[in-house]
């Protein structure tokens, strides 16, 4: 049996097709559900790709381990255990903070963590930052943001474009000795949204000069957008989602004999709380994603389940006991009271303003230590989270369990030196938005 995990960066559930958006954003996706398990309430432990991934890939959490700067070596990618029991496997994806350098690719005998080569400007851009120092490079690299912000010129590919990491994931799974796994993550709905001209389908058609620059103003400063601008926003957001759902067609078109599960590893903000992207914040919007399974029959599933659950629920399939350390379920063998999640700055490092959720199938609890704020969300009254009922609800039960993940982070706490960032990858990622 070959599987196939399929993670798409920022993509909310809820502008899913087959999760009931009015938009036809993913047509592709939408015919893989219709025949397969459907899992309405998959919750990411976390609302950025950094902190989320470990329980994605390794049944953990983010903040466990001495935070999510990489990967503890107690925290087992699911490729290791598939590896040992003979499965070839391959990875292929271009975030920066899931590249070799933190620790994902252990475990896959193939791994691509490339991206597009950047245009000269910002090879220019790497040069001033290398090379340069004082009133000179602080000049020129003003002049670098404010080329980009306000002429909207695109200073290079900050990610993989969908179309060369499929082409890349079905050439290696052509040729790779069965069984195999084969990860894909796709990063085109993660903001700079430059979607290819024929996958704009709703709206105007926007070039990419005008995409770069809105994008500038958005990171800059949300609130000063018209309405129209943050429809334009949401419209380019749904043509990424569109191009990416083309992609994962042409998967599904070209591999047989496959296990497909299909997820994300966050949502987005779209203005839902008065701010755009994904800020750590525990909205719905974040953190609730689609979730689905093909094979073995097919059926839509309402109870509860956290990214955690995905490597667990991969090598029950296989057949693989799963390592010690994995804190997830089986999906077709659970009923988990809560999700647990949580962040805090310095790559989870710095406790003292740490940001936990507790989310159960009608409640989210979260706890803000940096402002000491509490907040209980009514999820079955309240689904647009409008309310803090905090002071007319018993919030006991959540606290406990804050508590013992709190004693959980803390016994599991790791003293490691963290990784050294490019000054070429750290640009990748101001770009792409990731501020702590």
Request: charged residues 30%; aromatic residues 10%.
């Given at each position: 049996?070959?599987?196939?995990?399929?993670?798409?960066?920022?993509?909310?559930?809820?502008?899913?097709?087959?999760?009931?958006?009015?938009?036809?954003?993913?047509?592709?996706?939408?015919?893989?559900?219709?025949?397969?398990?459907?899992?309405?309430?998959a919750v990411?432990?976390?609302?950025?790709?950094?902190?989320?991934?470990?329980?994605?890939?390794?049944s953990?959490?983010g903040?466990?381990?001495?935070?999510?700067?990489?990967?503890?070596?107690?925290?087992?990618?699911?490729?290791?255990?598939?590896?040992?029991?003979?499965?070839?496997?391959?990875?292929?994806?271009?975030?920066?903070?899931?590249?070799?350098?933190?620790?994902?690719?252990?475990?896959?005998d193939?791994?691509?963590?490339?991206?597009?080569?950047?245009?000269h400007?910002?090879?220019?851009?790497?040069?001033?930052s290398?090379?340069?120092?004082?009133?000179?490079?602080?000049?020129?690299?003003?002049?670098y943001?404010?080329?980009?912000?306000?002429?909207?010129?695109?200073?290079?590919?900050?990610?993989q474009?969908?179309?060369?990491?499929?082409?890349?994931?079905?050439?290696?799974?052509?040729?790779?000795?069965e069984?195999?796994f084969?990860?894909?993550?796709?990063m085109?709905?993660h903001?700079?949204?430059?979607?290819?001209?024929?996958?704009?389908?709703?709206?105007?058609?926007?070039?990419?000069?005008?995409?770069?620059k809105?994008?500038?103003?958005?990171?800059?400063?949300?609130?000063?957008?018209?309405?129209?601008?943050?429809?334009?926003?949401?419209?380019?957001?749904?043509?990424?989602?569109?191009?990416?759902?083309?992609?994962?067609?042409r998967?599904?078109?070209?591999?047989?004999?496959?296990?497909w599960?299909?997820?994300?590893?966050?949502?987005?903000?779209?203005?839902?709380?008065?701010?755009?992207g994904?800020?750590?914040?525990?909205?719905?919007?974040?953190?609730?994603?689609?979730?689905v399974?093909?094979?073995?029959?097919?059926?839509?599933?309402?109870?509860?389940?956290?990214?955690?659950?995905v490597?667990?629920?991969?090598?029950?399939?296989?057949?693989?006991?799963p390592?010690?350390?994995?804190?997830?379920h089986?999906?077709?063998?659970?009923?988990?009271?809560?999700?647990?999640?949580g962040?805090?700055?310095?790559?989870?490092?710095d406790?003292?303003?740490?940001?936990i959720?507790?989310?159960?199938?009608?409640?989210?609890?979260?706890?803000?230590?940096?402002?000491?704020?509490?907040?209980?969300?009514?999820?079955?009254?309240?689904?647009?989270?409008?309310?803090?009922?905090i002071?007319?609800?018993?919030?006991?039960?959540?606290?406990?369990?804050v508590?013992?993940?709190?004693?959980?982070?803390?016994?599991?706490?790791?003293?490691?030196?963290?990784v050294?960032?490019?000054?070429?990858t750290?640009?990748?990622?101001?770009?792409?938005?990731?501020?702590?």
């Open positions: 049996m070959n599987f196939v995990l399929i993670t798409i960066d920022s993509l909310r559930a809820d502008h899913v097709g087959a999760y009931g958006y009015d938009r036809d954003t993913t047509p592709n996706i939408d015919e893989l559900a219709a025949d397969s398990h459907v899992f309405t309430n990411a432990h976390a609302c950025a790709t950094r902190p989320s991934f470990p329980s994605i890939l390794t953990t959490q903040m466990l381990y001495g935070g999510f700067d990489k990967l503890s070596d107690r925290q087992i990618p699911v490729a290791e255990p598939l590896s040992e029991a003979g499965y070839t496997t391959g990875g292929f994806h271009s975030n920066p903070y899931l590249s070799a350098s933190f620790g994902y690719d252990r475990g896959f193939t791994f691509s963590d490339d991206q597009a080569d950047p245009t400007l910002s090879k220019l851009r790497r040069y001033v290398n090379n340069l120092s004082g009133p000179i490079h602080d000049f020129l690299s003003f002049v943001d404010k080329t980009e912000e306000h002429a909207g010129v695109d200073v290079g590919s900050y990610y474009d969908a179309t060369s990491l499929t082409d890349e994931a079905i050439q290696w799974a052509e040729s790779a000795p069984p195999w084969l990860w894909v993550h796709y085109d709905p903001h700079p949204y430059v979607p290819p001209k024929e996958f704009q389908v709703f709206g105007r058609t926007m070039s990419r000069r005008r995409g770069v809105l994008r500038q103003r958005v990171l800059d400063d949300p609130s000063s957008l018209s309405d129209g601008e943050r429809e334009e926003i949401i419209n380019l957001y749904d043509s990424e989602i569109r191009y990416v759902d083309h992609e994962v067609g998967l599904l078109a070209e591999l047989d004999d496959v296990t599960l299909l997820t994300a590893d966050h949502g987005e903000e779209l203005f839902d709380h008065g701010d755009f994904h800020k750590n914040r525990f909205y719905e919007e974040h953190v609730h994603v689609p979730f399974i093909d094979g073995n029959g097919s059926g839509v599933h309402e109870q509860l389940v956290g990214l955690d659950d490597p667990v629920t991969i090598l029950s399939l296989a057949g693989i006991d390592p010690e350390t994995y804190r997830g089986d999906v077709f063998d659970s009923d988990r009271d809560a999700v647990l999640g962040w805090s700055p310095d790559a989870g490092r406790k003292s303003r740490a940001r959720m507790y989310r159960s199938s009608d409640v989210k609890y979260v706890v803000d230590d940096a402002t000491g704020d509490r907040r209980i969300h009514d999820l079955t009254n309240d689904p647009d989270e409008r309310t803090n009922v002071d007319t609800h018993d919030a006991s039960t959540y606290e406990s369990a508590r013992a993940f709190r004693e959980e982070i803390e016994s599991t706490d790791e003293n490691d030196d963290s050294a960032i490019s000054e070429g750290e640009e990748r990622l101001r770009k792409l938005g990731y501020k702590e």
